[in-house]
């Protein structure tokens, strides 16, 4: 049996910080089920397309930015994504200040003091910026320092919280949730969102994420052992450590670092020797909701994109009046994301071309078949469904496609490893972001978008965040 210091189990963006991190005072393995790094921010090429399966940008970049610069990596330049939201009669980019959002939104709503709302959400911004709560109080991961205040008049629903100041009941979804259904998420959790979207903005790097991460692959490969196609089949607790399946081999590692999917982890991988009743409480933890993705790469001369005014659209068919004809769409009800990416040198697509996604909820169940074939149609119907709201929105897209692919919440199952094809980590449902890095096991650690209860940070920055700090742990013990 090979002997480690440290398993990482899963290389996306947070096993592969962890590994990096702990390779000069561990020795430390890091084992990956998929041929390849890079999790579910990886991208996938298809004729000259490189389509970015999972995070279209993050938030965060000084973060993610100055981690590189420390070590020596990749420097990246980024450039910032807006969004722009189409509900009906609001049709506003909202990634713009809060300010000029508020301005904008006082020429339909004279009566509702948006001022006031946004002045207490901009104070709220500032004091909940990058803080979570962890057993011993507050942290905050800018200052890496202790927070001395408390937020717990905050821990309220954000739509109790925007209804102090604002009465129309489209004003308050908008304020709590950034789009427009009820939302159910704390005051906090809506400030996280609104200082992403906002303030601290949400960008995109330079020669894409999959250059970044690998970069950081590299680096991690020369320092520690790495296996790829190795899927870890079981983890057991074993006196001063865990033994580990993976792939045809069996280690032992004092320590583990999970990277992999929380629920995944815990409900399937951890053996019986794991007592206690936490894989119980595992399971009641709700994971969010899943998508269904269309990835297009399109000639762009033939789109009229002149009802996207930013890169990024959130748009409602169902609120939309010229859009009755979609009626029997299975997305009409829904949000559809539509994103682009121009092509051009380093980008993920030739000059004159461009990569679009469009995205929209789906539920886990809505993709279970008996068979393959039916799976197979479903999904197409599915595209050809999506596509046809794409092409409402952006007259030509149908007709200028040169290559397509899709994904359900299945493909983010099996391909992602995500439990029930979960996208965004939990369900965001705390009053405040709660580190789960620690487990109730000694030298067990997560790291990853699951180790915190609301990605605080965004997706990508929590996730290294996490693995930073789940290294740093790991160092202080030993
Ligand atoms: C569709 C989609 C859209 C997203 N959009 C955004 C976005 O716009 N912005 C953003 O910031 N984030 C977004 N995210 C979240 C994104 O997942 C995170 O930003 C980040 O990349 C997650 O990194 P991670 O380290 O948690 O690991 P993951 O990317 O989840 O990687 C975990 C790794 O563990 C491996 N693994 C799993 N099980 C095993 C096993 N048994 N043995 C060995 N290896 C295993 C997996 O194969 C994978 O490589 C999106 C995610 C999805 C799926």
Not at 91 to 118: C, F, G, M, N, T
Not at 330 to 336: H, L, R, S, W
Not at 343 to 370: K, N, Q
Request: proline letters at 4%.
């Amino acid at each position: 049996m090979e002997e480690f210091d440290v398993a990482v189990v899963g290389a996306g963006v947070g096993g592969l910080v962890a590994a990096l991190e702990l390779s000069a005072s561990h020795r430390v393995v890091l084992l990956e089920r998929l041929p390849r790094p890079g999790g579910t921010a990886a991208s996938f090429r298809r004729g000259g397309y490189s389509f970015p399966a999972g995070p279209l940008g993050f938030s965060f970049p000084r973060l993610v930015d100055s981690y590189f610069e420390n070590r020596c990596l990749r420097r990246v330049r980024f450039h910032r994504k807006h969004y722009h939201l189409l509900a009906g009669d609001l049709d506003l980019v909202i990634s713009r200040p809060l300010e000029v959002l508020a301005r904008e939104l006082a020429r339909r709503y004279p009566e509702e003091r948006l001022d006031r709302a946004v002045s207490e959400l901009k104070l709220l911004i500032a004091r909940a910026r990058g803080v979570f709560a962890t057993r011993s109080g507050l942290f905050s991961a800018l200052e890496r320092r202790r927070v001395d205040y408390s937020l717990e008049a905050y821990y309220r629903p954000a739509a109790e919280f925007f209804s102090d100041f604002l009465k129309d009941e489209t004003l308050v979804n908008l304020f709590s949730s950034q789009g427009v259904k009820s939302s159910e998420q704390s005051a906090i959790a809506s400030a996280y969102m609104w200082d992403i979207l906002t303030e601290t903005g949400i960008w995109y790097p330079e020669g894409g994420i999959d250059a970044l991460l690998l970069s950081l692959y590299r680096r991690v490969r020369e320092r520690v052992q790495v296996m790829l196609g190795t899927p870890v089949r079981r983890i057991s607790l074993e006196r001063g450590g865990y033994a580990l399946e993976a792939g045809d081999r069996e280690l032992s590692a004092g320590a583990v670092v999970i990277n992999a999917d929380y629920k995944k982890a815990f409900l399937e991988l951890a053996d019986e020797s794991f007592a206690g009743g936490f894989a119980e409480s595992v399971a009641r933890r709700k994971e969010s909701g899943s998508v269904f993705s269309l990835y297009l790469g399109v000639d762009l001369s033939r789109v009229d994109f002149s009802r996207m005014r930013a890169e990024h659209m959130l748009y409602y068919p169902a609120l939309d009046e010229g859009a009755e004809h979609l009626t029997g769409n299975m997305f009409y009800g829904k949000e559809v994301e539509v994103a682009l990416l121009p092509g051009g040198e380093g980008a993920a697509a030739p000059p004159g071309r461009g990569v679009v996604v469009v995205r929209s909820p789906m539920s886990y169940e809505r993709c279970l078949f008996d068979t393959g074939e039916e799976y197979h149609a479903f999904k197409e119907r599915a595209g050809d469904e999506l596509l046809e709201i794409a092409e409402h929105l952006l007259p030509g897209v149908a007709g200028a496609v040169e290559v397509r692919d899709a994904a359900t919440p299945l493909s983010y199952e099996v391909w992602g490893g995500r439990y029930r094809g979960s996208v965004a980590g939990w369900s965001w449902s705390d009053s405040i972001a709660r580190s789960l890095v620690e487990t109730p096991f000694e030298n067990l650690l997560t790291a990853g978008i699951y180790s915190f209860s609301i990605p605080f940070l965004g997706g990508f920055a929590s996730a290294m965040y996490s693995a930073q700090l789940a290294a740093q742990k790991l160092k202080h013990r030993h």
